[in-house]
């Protein structure tokens, strides 16, 4: 984390032009896997994401099934050319992790309860890679978990924020990820106000912790509006209330 | 008269505060009362519901379904009816009480790969489905074409009190045979009148939450597009299916006036 040459520069803009406030472009698509029962893709600035969900579904093997609730089961997962030099396909330690962190950041918004004995699948395939794929995975899961039709308390919403020349930034692209003084991803369900997410890669101060935690979240608040238009669009049009009289 | 409100919302979205029941895909949040799945939130009188719009078929007491034959233990067959749990169904069901596993031959009845349309008689969160082919019309289906669409489908495919499947049936002189949990069985004497109801059940599934699908799906059958006669009741599978006062009614309510609606 040694830092090379200035990310802001002095009108305070960043590498890719964006304020320190500013959200890179995000675009959800729902339903872009027609075999899955639910599915997103997104594209979070240069990330290009596609999720898919299956289930509830019989659990294989099936002594992984629970009595009382089903099983979560989540896939991060990096194409080898979805980076500069090829990846080994391989999951990686890194891919393991991620899979567990998404796994532990959307169950709380889920009810699994309502499904015993099933399990559940969420495969991330990373397309293209830029800083932030884990905010960006998490949040097309929790909409294509949305979309596949399962009972969900809350929508998790996702974005990092970071330090970058000593100034707390939000949404953190690959280069403010490497070159930069830390990192903060974080996973949110706007409505219960639950932080289901916080990592922290690098040094904080406690009022910078604070005052990065809020950006992250008021980052992940924009994201929520983004994949509720998303959803709507997908199942309603534009439309958006209908009210008769019946009788 | 009273007022039904409804809108459409997704999950996490409060569709309304106060005194009311939750039913349907509807949790108690504090005061008010939010949506936990993708659909149409219905306030009325006796509560709060939401009729989604996507998810897998989970089954429920009475539901009539078709399932798959895919093995046989020696006191019951298990059917794959499209959910994430299979349903058994008893021997017992099928011989009568007197069934001894060594003297009766299962697979004379139903063999692997048959399909069969049965009710559930029994299911909760502790136990797979049980079914039942004791009743009028259950049993193994012959012939006819299979058709998969998803399970929320169903109620639109059926149409108020059957009118849709009623108009699809009579212009292309088919037979179609509507399990609860999406599976579709076409049966007909002519493979063209086949084909083009699959098309129509195909074209219904796609367009399920459009106004104006009614008069499409004619437009495609090439019905004159008049008033329907109210219809009669029918007397098959398809018209115990619909029965008047479940949710399908309802959202059939809802399509029905989003097509006055378009029409205007």
Redesign the interface.
Known sequence: MTQTRNLIDENGKRTDGRGVDGLRPVKITVGSVKNADGSAFIEFGKNKILVAVYGPREVHPKHMALPDRCVLRCRYHMSPFSTDTRKNPAPSRREVEISKVMREALEPALMLQDYPRAAIDVFVEVLQSDGGSRCAGITAASVALADAGISMHDLVASCAAGKVDDKIVLDINDQEDKEGQADMPVAYMPRLEQVTLLQLDGRLEPEQFNECLEKAIDGSKMVYEIQKQALMQKYFGNETELKEEVP | ????????V???D?IVEGNFRPLM?V?R?GNAL?A???G?AETGRDGVKVI?????Y?PRVNDLVIGKIIDHSSLSWEVDINS???AHLPAQDVFGRDFSSARDDMTKHFAIGDMITARIIAFD??RDPMLTVQDRDLGKIPRGELLRISA?RVPRLIGKRGSMIQTIEQATQTRVLIGQNGIVVVTGRLPEGVNLAVRAIRMVEEEA?TANLTQRIKGLLNVPDTTTPPPQDRGSLVAEASKPGEIESTID??EE??EVEGEK
């Open positions: 008269m009273h007022e039904v409100k409804r809108r459409y997704i999950p996490g409060k895909n949790i949040s939010v936990t799945r993708i149409i989604p719009l996507s998810g897998v989970i994430c749990f299979s969160r502790t929320t939450h309510e809802v006036e989003l």
